[in-house]
């Protein structure tokens, strides 16, 4: 019997940006993430006919994705105007998960206030957000379980006098907009439980520890895999004398992600299958997440690797960019790592042994790569109207980009494992 082998279908993403940002605790651990969602198809329109409804769709598409790129389980913060709070729209979300945000705009009417108390009675926690002592949102303070303080640009004293109330009235505190170390330790002392900023986006600012030996080791190896003609024996040396590269090369090899009949039982084996290229992209993938040695760090590392594996994908489906792929992913692998070994940008980059235009590029200087990791920037921090408008002067397809950020994520994901 003539029998045809059919490919799997691969994993299928709606066009929707997710974008998410840490929420620390008071010990720089992470707590949970903000999410900020755009449906790409709609992110270029001017209006929306029902926010609301947009806003739901929007919500029950990019949900069931970030939990899937999540490394572990954590409280997801989600922001829920007027209308999807009187339809109760969180109670589709697990409660364990979900905190629903009340924006500041949202008026305390007494039917609003009662669909926040019935969602509350079913088990979530509600925060209130961007509160800086507004009177009109005494009673959802009321009620909150988490209050969301924007101190940016508060002055300590004020910071003190919103925060000892709250704090007396069991209310956990969440100082967001924290932008240095001096507000950071302001809000530690006004009691905060919680911490979300630009500042949390540098872990080494927060740890102040030099990099520890395996992790120099690491920088050594990440600069032999990463110049312009790496010896193959080279890396298969490196596989070979690292049991753990191994089993994880042939763990990732054999995951559901590739959708193989037959099993992959050697490093030779894994070679041929893999190809030299794209074996070297995973082993610098693989070391840099190794150089995260906190929570925070981990994140940093995800962060890279999405980033990196983005612009790979970007660079495949549009011959226009000047940049090859191995180009564009090295741009986004190195991009944070300021962050991971505590050294400025420009003192990484004399380390790297990569083209001027893509270290010009991570020194933050302007050119189309330094455009390219602005794109990636800006999803992430869910600023979706400049990463739309640097995607139409790259000419790629916004639903397009959606799609191979998706992928990104759960790329990264399966590298850290």
């Given at each position: 019997?003539n029998?045809?082998h059919?490919t799997p ?16 605790d ?5 707590y949970g ?25 929007v ?6 994705l970030?939990?899937?790129t ?26 364990e998960l979900?905190?629903v ?18 969602i ?20 959802f ?18 910071l ?12 956990a505190?969440?100082?967001?907009k ?30 102040g520890?030099k ?17 312009p ?10 596989l070979?004398?690292?049991?753990g ?5 042939l763990?990732y090899?054999n995951?559901a992600?590739f959708?193989r ?15 030299q290229?794209?074996?070297r ?8 997440s190794?150089?995260?040695h906190?929570?925070l ?11 990196a594996r ?7 489906g549009?011959?226009?960019?000047p ?36 270290l ?31 995607l ?13 950020y998706?992928?990104a ?9």
């Amino acid at each position: 019997m003539n029998t045809q082998h059919k490919t799997p279908e691969r994993r299928f993403f709606e066009p929707v940006f997710v974008a998410r940002q840490p929420i620390l605790d008071r010990d720089s651990r992470v707590y949970g993430f903000e999410l900020l969602f755009r449906q790409a198809a709609n992110a270029t329109t001017a209006r929306v006919a029902d926010a609301d409804t947009a806003t739901a769709k929007v919500i029950a598409d990019g949900f069931p994705l970030v939990l899937e790129t999540m490394l572990e389980p954590r409280k997801v913060f989600i922001n829920f105007p007027t209308g999807l709070l009187l339809r109760q729209t969180p109670l589709a979300l697990p409660r364990e998960l979900c905190v629903v945000e009340i924006l500041e705009d949202v008026r305390p009417d007494p039917e609003v206030l009662a669909a926040c108390r019935a969602i509350k009675q079913a088990g979530y926690l509600l925060a209130v957000d961007d509160f800086v002592g507004q009177p009109e949102l005494a009673p959802f303070v009321a009620m909150a379980d988490i209050v969301k303080v924007d101190v940016l640009g508060l002055p300590p004293g004020r910071l003190q006098e919103l925060a000892r109330p709250l704090v007396a009235g069991r209310k956990a505190l969440l100082a967001e907009k924290v932008e240095d170390r001096e507000t950071h330790l302001a809000c530690l002392e006004a009691g905060c439980s919680y911490f979300q900023g630009y500042y949390f986006s540098r872990p080494e600012v927060v740890s102040g520890r030099k990099p520890p030996v395996g992790v120099v080791s690491k920088v050594r190896l990440l600069q032999e895999v990463s110049g312009p003609d790496p010896d193959p024996e080279r890396i298969v040396a490196i596989l070979s004398s690292d049991a753990g590269l191994s089993f994880r090369l042939l763990k990732y090899l054999n995951s559901a992600a590739f959708y193989r009949m037959d099993k992959i039982v050697s490093l030779s084996q894994a070679m041929l299958v893999m190809g030299q290229n794209p074996l070297r992209k995973w082993l610098m993938a693989v070391l840099l997440s190794d150089m995260a040695h906190s929570p925070l760090g981990r994140e940093v590392s995800f962060q890279s690797l999405t980033r990196a594996r983005f612009l790979d994908l970007l660079a495949q489906g549009d011959g226009r960019l000047p940049y090859s792929p191995d180009s564009l992913f090295m741009l986004g692998l190195f991009s944070r790592m300021d962050a991971l070994l505590g050294q400025s940008m420009a003192e990484v980059a004399a380390q790297l042994p990569l083209p001027e235009d893509i270290l010009s590029a991570l020194r933050g200087e302007t050119g189309k790569a330094g455009q390219l990791l602005r794109l990636v920037g800006d999803l992430e921090g869910g600023r979706f109207d400049q990463a739309l408008g640097l995607l139409a002067q790259t000419g790629a397809d916004a639903a397009h980009a959606a799609k191979i950020y998706a992928e990104a994520t759960l790329w990264a994901k399966d590298i850290l494992g």
